[in-house]
């Protein structure tokens, strides 16, 4: 099957399974809370910087879940999403929020990104490209569709962290964690391109490596803890040390929080 309809495959059973449940595309709850944990801080960073909501873009946004969270917490906040998936924007606009705007487009189109926006999101988005030229033309339409100042909040999974994960696993008789078929994980380079089209990496509110205690206790610690018998890999064993140990410890997880301000001219 070509890369890309065996992406689509997997979405079209992701609507099937999970319908607009939060677990949809993510199973992790504390990946989940800490990702919505920091888009929160990084609006509350924008309003109090500029004195006003973004005009805010999630592409990707899947069932339309952090877009909805996103509407609760700011019912007044101008919200869009984009989504490929024709199964996923179905469930978007089932879930009735008149406030948002769904659109049912292509990241990789220029011409799906026809307006402005303040604050852009990609939450593992990105990575469903299955080529650094496609990766490519989705940030120069992200970086094109930004107001000058505006954030571009990149959620993405990255190569070197998940081989730290590796070594570290390989050195506790682990085997290796690969990306899933259904994703092409991001070089550090990236950040290269994004400073090439006017897009500066910035600190944001939480440490981008804020998930690697995280991946470190949920993908090391806790399998050389469990027997064969414990099927729950989201245990309190690993709850209990998630919030007994500080966040971001070490740079093992692949999921990264960045943030990119755009050239003011
Ligand atoms: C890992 S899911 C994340 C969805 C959502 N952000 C969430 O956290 O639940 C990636 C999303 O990107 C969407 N996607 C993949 N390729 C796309 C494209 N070319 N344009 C727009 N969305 C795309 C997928 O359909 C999927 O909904």
């Known amino acids: 099957m070509a890369n890309e309809q065996y992406v689509q495959k997997h979405y079209e059973k992701v609507a ?5 449940l939060p677990t949809s595309s993510m199973q992790d709850p504390f990946i989940r809370e800490l990702e919505i944990e920091f888009v929160l801080a990084q609006l509350y ?24 969270v996103l509407a609760e917490f700011f019912p007044e906040m101008e919200l869009t999403g984009l989504e490929y998936s024709p199964d996923l924007f179905k469930l978007c606009q089932q879930r009735k929020l008149p406030g948002i705007n ?10 799906d990104f026809s307006e402005k926006f303040d604050m852009v999101i990609t939450e593992r988005s990105l990575i469903n490209l299955l080529s650094t030229k496609q990766q490519n033309q989705a940030i120069k339409n992200i970086a094109h569709c930004l107001a000058p100042g505006g954030h571009y909040l990149m959620i993405e999974s990255f190569k070197m962290p998940l081989h730290n994960l590796n070594i570290a696993r390989a050195q506790n008789g682990l085997s290796e ?47 050389i803890t469990r027997n064969s018998t414990t099927k729950n890999k989201y245990s309190m064993l690993n709850h209990f040390f998630d ?12 999921i990264l929080f960045r943030v990119f301000e755009k050239e003011l001219s």
């Open 243 to 254: 919030e007994a140990l500080p966040l971001g410890v070490g740079q093992f997880s692949p």
């Open 102 to 111: 769904f659109i049912h487009g292509d990241m990789r189109k220029a011409s």
């Open 16 to 20: 099937k399974n999970f319908g607009l």
């Open 45 to 68: 960073n924008f309003t109090h910087k500029y004195g006003r909501f973004p005009r805010l873009l999630d592409v990707g946004c899947g069932n339309g879940y952090l877009l909805s």
């Open 177 to 223: 964690i690969f990306p899933s078929k259904h994703n092409k994980y991001l070089s550090e380079g990236i950040t290269g391109k994004l400073k090439g089209i006017g897009l500066n990496e910035v600190y944001g509110e939480l440490p981008k490596d804020s998930l690697s205690t995280h991946f470190f206790l949920s993908r090391v610690f806790h399998p």
